[in-house]
């Protein structure tokens, strides 16, 4: 923490696993937070009682983020425990009862994707703070036609769904945070609907979105595992850059010898396919690295999870 301090880095995630059953949690959490930094912790909720939520109360976490990964049936299914979703349902009303912001994170797949619905109604009904819908690493190729592709047309839909439920909340008065991530060209389909439904607003948009920079892996974000091995992003568990028991994480995470490093970092990124000749290629940034990888061994290849089509992204269709 003191070199992550010295390094400038603003926010710690404590995440797993389960960070509950980590005993010296609360420790280490309250030293974060003396130290400044915007802390947040990521739970399954299951473990948390009135006494672990006062507890977390008093730490102050910035944010508490519980995962359901769908309604009850679903998340039962999920997560192999019967009554897992009550526990996760209570452990977000113990908190919030607390004065404390929590959000629902729900990571979308073809198996839960039709209980999105209802979750953001359940949002609604408890009066929850943030909703974190994360994509699923896409295992497909990228030469599926997209306009067809079952995977794709799930994830349009629930994009859809999400944009009118927080337009909806924001004309009602009752503003929440609806956050996406794990797919950087949800930037470019937010864009397209500014330009739809507020066209006068959609350069300003446009600007903030090329400011935001697209896919941060290897620059902005990255994962400290339960071993102490650092990786580009929390998707990336099968590439360390090394281990902060051994040398600092400010040394691992500015040695650009590594060549995946040199390349995450570099402005703008080498990127191949399809990302290299997007019209939006500095809102996206090519996107996430690790798909093209995992699917084609090659780290810089057009990213197989862009849901976008060719007419889309400025190619002929």
Not at 221 to 242: C, E, Q, R, S
Request: glycine share 10%.
């Amino acid at each position: 923490m003191d070199d992550l301090k010295q390094f400038r880095v603003p926010v710690l995630i404590l995440s797993g696993g389960e960070p509950l059953l980590r005993p010296d949690i609360f420790e280490l959490s309250a030293r974060a937070k003396a130290m400044g930094f915007y802390v947040g912790l990521s739970t399954n909720g299951t473990l948390i009682d009135a006494a672990l939520a006062d507890k977390i109360a008093t730490i102050g976490y910035d944010y508490v983020g519980i995962s359901l990964d769908g309604l009850h049936q679903t998340h039962d299914r999920f997560r192999r425990k019967e009554g897992a979703f009550e526990l996760s349902l209570a452990a977000l009303r113990l908190c919030r009862a607390r004065g404390m912001k929590v959000g629902m994170r729900f990571t979308l797949t073809q198996e839960n994707a039709h209980d999105l619905p209802g979750l953001l109604d359940l949002m609604t009904a408890e009066g929850i703070d943030k909703f974190y819908l994360s994509h699923l690493n896409y295992a497909g190729r990228g030469n599926k036609n997209r306009k067809t592709d079952a995977h794709f047309q799930t994830t349009r839909q629930a994009m859809d769904l999400l944009i009118d439920r927080c337009w909806a909340a924001i004309q009602a008065g009752t503003p929440a945070e609806f956050v996406t991530g794990n797919n950087d060209a949800d930037g470019v389909y937010l864009l397209r609907w500014v330009e739809k439904h507020f066209p006068d607003k959609a350069n300003h948009i446009r600007q903030k979105l090329i400011q935001w920079g697209g896919n941060a892996s290897g620059v902005n974000i990255a994962n400290i595992d339960n071993l102490g091995v650092v990786h580009p992003d929390t998707m990336w568990w099968n590439y360390p850059l090394g281990h902060v028991r051994e040398r600092p994480f400010s040394q691992i995470w500015q040695d650009t010898r590594d060549p995946v490093m040199a390349g995450l970092k570099q402005r703008p990124r080498q990127v191949e396919g399809r990302c290299a000749t997007c019209a939006h290629f500095a809102i996206c940034g090519g996107n996430t690295r690790v798909r093209a990888w995992q699917t084609s061994g090659n780290l810089w290849a057009e990213d197989p999870g862009c849901y976008l089509d060719d007419p889309e992204i400025g190619l002929p269709s």
